[in-house]
């Protein structure tokens, strides 16, 4: 390559490298990504990698348009980040686009609802799935209250996964974000599964973004 057609390449490159910055600047997507988080009735966690996460992994990669992946499992959650791929798509965007990409699904028995959740890279993630055997909205929603309210006590903010009424008599996952030592975060969980209806189960992960 001639030194002519360096001086041309170069500042190409630099000013290809600055339009994508600000376009995904303008877009919202700096320092931002979208979780995908599906709790499961599995203590498996390679049966969850094979059942949810690659499944899901493989339809992110087919759709296009999306950037790095990364993913985590463990007893009783595949967790799965998302990062913007195309230029000009904001995180909303993305969130959305994902939320139709993967729909709520069953196999092998197991009843699988993805909540799917832009966020900033920087929060600190804990999910929460409260769950039962008898479909009785009126225990889950005692419980849900009893749980956000704990949440909201050491100063974590909280999201639900939207969910028909039919789908929220048998399980919630709530999202909460901020930072907790390990201890009180043990010592709420405890607590709220010794006052919670004895038909009613929780599972919580402390700081599932830790592993990502």
Same mark, same amino acid.
Request: avoid cysteine; glycine fraction near 6%.
């Given at each position: =390559?001639?030194?002519?057609?360096? @001086?041309?390449?170069?500042?190409?490159?630099?000013?290809?490298?600055?339009?994508?910055?600000?376009?995904?600047?303008?877009?919202?997507?700096?320092?931002? =990504?979208?979780?995908?988080? $599906?709790?499961?009735?599995?203590?498996? *966690?390679?049966?969850?990698?094979?059942?949810?996460?690659?499944?899901?992994?493989?339809?992110?990669?087919?759709? #296009?348009?999306?950037?790095?992946?990364? $993913?985590? @499992?463990?007893a009783?959650?595949?967790?799965? $980040?998302?990062?913007?791929?195309?230029?000009?798509?904001?995180?909303?965007?993305? $969130? +959305?686009?994902?939320?139709?990409?993967?729909?709520?699904?069953?196999v092998?028995?197991?009843?699988?609802?993805?909540?799917?959740?832009?966020?900033?890279k920087?929060?600190?993630?804990?999910?929460?799935?409260?769950? @039962?055997?008898? *479909?009785?909205?009126?225990? =889950? +929603?005692? !419980?849900?209250?009893?749980?956000? #309210?704990?949440?909201?006590?050491?100063?974590?903010?909280?999201?639900?996964?939207?969910?028909?009424?039919?789908?929220?008599?048998?399980? +919630?996952?709530?999202? !909460?974000l901020?930072?907790?030592?390990?201890?009180?975060?043990?010592d =709420?969980?405890?607590?709220? +599964?010794?006052?919670?209806?004895?038909?009613?189960?929780?599972?919580?992960?402390?700081?599932?973004?830790?592993?990502?």
């Amino acid at each position: =390559m001639t030194r002519r057609q360096l @001086n041309i390449l170069i500042p190409a490159v630099g000013i290809a490298i600055i339009i994508g910055i600000v376009w995904n600047w303008l877009a919202g997507n700096t320092g931002k =990504m979208v979780y995908v988080l $599906t709790p499961a009735d599995s203590d498996d *966690s390679a049966r969850i990698e094979r059942l949810i996460t690659e499944p899901i992994e493989q339809k992110l990669e087919d759709a #296009g348009g999306v950037g790095e992946i990364q $993913t985590y @499992n463990v007893a009783g959650l595949s967790a799965i $980040t998302v990062e913007a791929g195309a230029f000009g798509i904001s995180i909303d965007g993305l $969130t +959305q686009k994902l939320t139709e990409l993967i729909p709520p699904w069953t196999v092998e028995e197991l009843t699988l609802r993805p909540s799917i959740i832009g966020l900033d890279k920087n929060d600190v993630v804990h999910v929460f799935r409260i769950y @039962n055997d008898v *479909s009785d909205e009126r225990l =889950m +929603q005692t !419980a849900a209250n009893l749980l956000i #309210g704990e949440l909201k006590n050491i100063d974590l903010r909280v999201f639900a996964n939207p969910l028909n009424t039919e789908s929220a008599a048998d399980e +919630q996952t709530y999202v !909460a974000l901020g930072a907790v030592d390990e201890e009180p975060f043990s010592d =709420m969980v405890e607590s709220i +599964q010794n006052r919670i209806p004895p038909e009613v189960y929780l599972s919580a992960h402390y700081e599932v973004s830790s592993h990502f």
